[in-house]
């Protein structure tokens, strides 16, 4: 996919009420996320790379809960190095959007294990647009099927997901997977979408 990150959200304080987004939350994830990547392996992580902070803006515009897009590719494949991208709407205070992946069977199935990718993702609240510009898919040379979710976490998810991706990388012998899909990675078209690994 070839859509770059996109710029930080400029809010618009004029009568508008702004909501800053945790910044213990964007210190921890900053803090606890290290290098490295793939499947079994290690991961490369990332927090928000904008020098300004993210901010939410309350408006009449923002009704129900919050909800995310995936976007595809015009051929269905992916390198193993990407920028996955989509849309986020209605995101509070205290969220973040992150990615995960599943590996499609020979029958179709999804596979049990779900690995979280480089996250948490970018957003632009005034485009409504998130971007992940670090995100690894599957093993390093790999033709696979994959599965790949956005998702959107509160603080206590986030830290476990950083808590995986710390465990993992300090001890090499740990899983670098949810044995399961957690509860926020299900089966919506609009969040998920499959991609073909290509090298």
């Not at 390198?79 to 992150?98: C, D, E, I, K, M």
């Not at 690995?115 to 992940?132: I, K, M, Q, R």
Request: proline share 5%.
């Amino acid at each position: 996919m070839t859509s770059g990150s996109p710029s930080s959200a400029q809010a618009d304080t004029s009568g508008k009420r702004r909501l800053t987004v945790d910044i213990g939350l964007a210190t921890i994830i900053a803090a606890c996320i290290l290098a490295g990547g793939g499947v079994g392996g290690i991961f490369i992580g990332r927090a928000t790379t904008s020098g300004t902070t993210p901010t939410l803006t309350t408006s009449k515009e923002n009704h129900g809960p919050a909800s995310v897009t995936i976007g595809s590719s015009s051929t269905g494949d992916i390198p193993y190095y990407s920028t996955l991208h989509g849309r986020v709407f209605n995101l509070q205070a205290g969220q973040l959007v992150w990615t995960f992946f599943q590996p499609v069977n020979a029958s179709g199935s999804y596979g049990s294990q779900t690995y979280p990718t480089a996250g948490p993702c970018t957003v632009n609240l005034a485009n409504h647009a998130w971007a992940c510009s670090k995100a690894y898919i599957g093993k390093l040379k790999d033709n696979g099927i994959y599965r790949v979710c956005a998702a959107i976490l509160n603080f206590s998810e986030a830290y476990t997901v950083v808590k995986l991706i710390e465990n993992t990388y300090a001890n090499m012998n740990l899983p670098s997977w949810f044995a399961s899909p957690p509860a926020y990675v299900h089966d919506n078209s609009r969040a998920c979408t499959s991609f073909h690994r290509i090298n």
